[in-house]
Structures are given as C-alpha cells and as structure tokens.
C-alpha cells in the first residue's frame, strides 16, 4: 500500500504536462512524472519517495512514437521495453532491455523511466551514447 494520499493526472499534450507540472510545484505538491510506475509504487511503499500529485505521461501521443523518419530513429519516452524489443527498430537497445529485470516488468518499466529514474543501473542508456 502507498502510505499517502496523492492526485493523478493523465494530461494528453507535452503543453498540458509541463504546465501542470509547474502548476504543481508552485502549489509545494512536489510532482513526479510517472510512466510505469514501477519505481514509484515500489519507492514509495518503502516511504523512500513522496509525491503530493503525479503526472501520467503514457497518454501523450510523442512519447508513444516508435519509427524511422528520414534515417532518424524517434523513440518515445513512455514506450515500454517490451516494445522496444519486439518491433527491434534498434537491435543493441533491444538486446539490453531484455536483459532489464524480467518480462513482467518489462512490460511496465519505460525507456524513460529507466533514463529518468533513480535506482541506479539505468542500462538501457548505454546503447543510445
Ligand atoms: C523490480 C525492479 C527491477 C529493476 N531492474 C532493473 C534492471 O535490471 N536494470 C535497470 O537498468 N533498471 C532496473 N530497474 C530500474 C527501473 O528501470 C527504473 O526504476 C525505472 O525508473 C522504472 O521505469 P518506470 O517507467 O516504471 O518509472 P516510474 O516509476 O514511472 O518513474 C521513475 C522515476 O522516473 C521519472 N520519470 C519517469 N518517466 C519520465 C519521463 N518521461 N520524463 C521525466 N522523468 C520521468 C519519474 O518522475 C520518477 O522519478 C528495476 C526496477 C524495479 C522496480
């Protein structure tokens, strides 16, 4: 169980998301942007993190993009690591978020998040340097 209480939003535009944020944050709820939650929930059941509002970012269509434009390879913050290894667009980022916790999470944990979390491993940041 999350020991606090805390609003959701799930805003559908990057404008939206970081207006609330800042919205957010001057009202002192110290926000969070939240994709998979995974590090959240687990951080924030152990009372190592709190968030008085999170901010659902998986709704904001960008973050979803997965293609090849013109020989540049977009990836959207909120896709899941699942996703990213099953459509393979990128064979290297593949191979090693598969090797992220198991398939379960997988599913949840987003390229994102695991760029932007807090535990430290953060391995799928190695194949886009
Ligand atoms: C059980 C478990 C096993 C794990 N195993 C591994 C592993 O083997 N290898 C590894 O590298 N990592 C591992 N991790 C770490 C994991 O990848 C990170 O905790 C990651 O943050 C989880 O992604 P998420 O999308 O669930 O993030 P969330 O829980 O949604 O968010 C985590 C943090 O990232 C921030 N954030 C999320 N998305 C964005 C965004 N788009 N923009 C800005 N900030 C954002 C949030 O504000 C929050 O501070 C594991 C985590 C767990 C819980």
């Known amino acids: 169980m999350i020991p606090f209480d805390f609003e959701y939003?799930?805003?559908?535009?990057?404008?939206d998301s970081i207006q609330l944020f800042h919205?957010?944050?001057?009202?002192?709820?110290?926000?969070l942007y939240y994709s998979g939650g995974t590090e959240f929930i687990s951080m924030a059941r152990m009372h190592n993190v709190y968030s008085?509002?999170?901010?659902d970012v998986k709704a904001i269509?960008?973050?979803?993009?997965?293609?090849?434009?013109?020989?540049?390879?977009?990836?959207?913050a909120a896709l899941s690591l699942?996703?990213?290894?099953?459509e393979d667009l990128f064979p290297l980022l593949s191979l090693t978020v598969r090797r992220i916790a198991d398939h379960?999470?997988?599913?949840?944990?987003?390229?994102?998040?695991n760029i932007a979390g807090t535990i430290i491993?953060?391995?799928?940041?190695?194949?886009?340097?």
């Open 52 to 55: 008085g509002a999170i901010i």
């Open 23 to 31: 919205e957010l944050d001057s009202l002192n709820k110290q926000p």
């Open 104 to 113: 379960t999470i997988q599913d949840k944990i987003t390229l994102g998040g």
């Open 9 to 15: 939003y799930k805003p559908s535009t990057l404008a």
């Open 121 to 129: 491993f953060r391995e799928s940041v190695l194949p886009l340097w």
């Open 82 to 86: 699942t996703r990213i290894a099953e």
């Open 61 to 76: 269509p960008e973050l979803n993009i997965y293609e090849i434009n013109d020989d540049e390879l977009i990836i959207g």
